[in-house]
């Protein structure tokens, strides 16, 4: 098998303290969940504006809360890919190794990283939109099937949503500040299974390179950031990673 890495690649991991990854949803298609964009992503069979935004889940509450729903059961039965695994030993051998995740899904904790940033928020959690209480996905599921008209509410009559964060929302503050000092900060930044397309979540490898990081992309595909990456590796992340995983295990022990 031919290496993945070329000599200023091996360079500059050898003498990296400091390496951030965003990951998108093409890290988990290998574990089964769809991705947004892709031809059989879920966006082909539903708008993202019609179901991802506040109007959308106010204005058809019940279909919303469903769609989320049924996400969550997937989710919930899915298990990592050997590229989440293989992220989660990537992690030991550095200083400094977070990741920085548009995924909602949970499968780098279950795969065993540590240092996560969840920028797009987690779809296990939800909360009363008016009072602001915290439900469980069971709590969630609960009232939801005991509701006639399967629209979730709290004790107050508030609306119960999905903690995430959808189109026209602010991220959380400290959790998007925290992100991008990650990415200045980084000696390295991986851009992982994204189509880079969504801000301010695209704009993370942008700054990491603008501050002096070696910028590497895994992709099936090409994306709006593959004209500015220093290594473009093309390919299923599920099966780049653990190869990366043995070439970085083999600079570091040389
Ligand atoms: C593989 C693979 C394998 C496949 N291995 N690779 C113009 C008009 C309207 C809005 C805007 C605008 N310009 C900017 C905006 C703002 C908007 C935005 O960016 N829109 C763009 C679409 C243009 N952004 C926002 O609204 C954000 N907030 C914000 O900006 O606030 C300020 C503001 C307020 C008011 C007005 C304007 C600004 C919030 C964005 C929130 C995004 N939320 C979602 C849903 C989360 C909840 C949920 O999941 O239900 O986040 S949308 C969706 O996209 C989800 C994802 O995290 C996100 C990114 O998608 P991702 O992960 O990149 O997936 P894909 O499918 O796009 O790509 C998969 C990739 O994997 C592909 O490249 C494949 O090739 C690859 N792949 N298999 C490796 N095995
Ligand atoms: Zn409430």
């Known amino acids: 098998m031919s290496e993945l890495l070329n000599n200023q690649a091996k360079e500059r991991i050898y003498g990296a303290r400091k390496v951030a990854v965003l990951t998108g949803a093409g890290i988990s298609a290998e574990s089964g969940i769809p991705t947004f964009r892709d031809t059989d992503g879920l966006w082909t069979k539903f708008s993202p504006m019609e179901l991802s935004s506040f ?35 990537i992690e030991k051998k550095f200083q400094y190794f977070d990741i ?52 979730p509410r709290c004790n107050c009559g508030g609306l119960i949503r999905p903690d995430v964060v959808w189109f026209g929302e602010l991220l959380p ?9 990650k990415a200045e900060k980084a000696d390295i930044f991986f851009s992982i299974g994204t189509s880079a397309m969504v801000r301010p979540a695209s704009d993370l490898p942008i700054t990491a390179i603008q ?44």
């Open 55 to 89: 109007e959308a889940f106010y204005n058809n509450t019940a279909i919303v809360a469903e769609w989320y729903k049924k996400r969550r059961h997937i989710i919930e039965e899915t298990m990592p890919n050997p590229g989440h695994y293989a992220l989660a030993e």
């Open 100 to 151: 920085i995740t548009q995924n909602i899904d949970g499968l780098h904790s279950k795969a065993g990283s540590n240092n996560i940033i969840e920028i797009h928020g987690n779809i296990m959690k939800n909360y009363c939109i008016d009072c602001k209480k915290k439900y469980s996905a069971k709590e969630f599921d609960t009232i939801y099937e005991t509701s006639v008209s399967h629209i």
């Open 173 to 181: 503050k400290q959790t998007i500040e925290k992100a991008f000092q």
């Open 211 to 254: 501050n002096g990081a070696f910028l590497i992309e895994i992709n099936m595909k090409q994306t709006h950031l593959s004209d500015y990456t220093h290594l473009q590796l093309n390919g299923p992340s599920g099966k780049i990673l653990p190869q990366l995983l043995k070439e970085i295990e083999k600079i570091l022990h040389d």
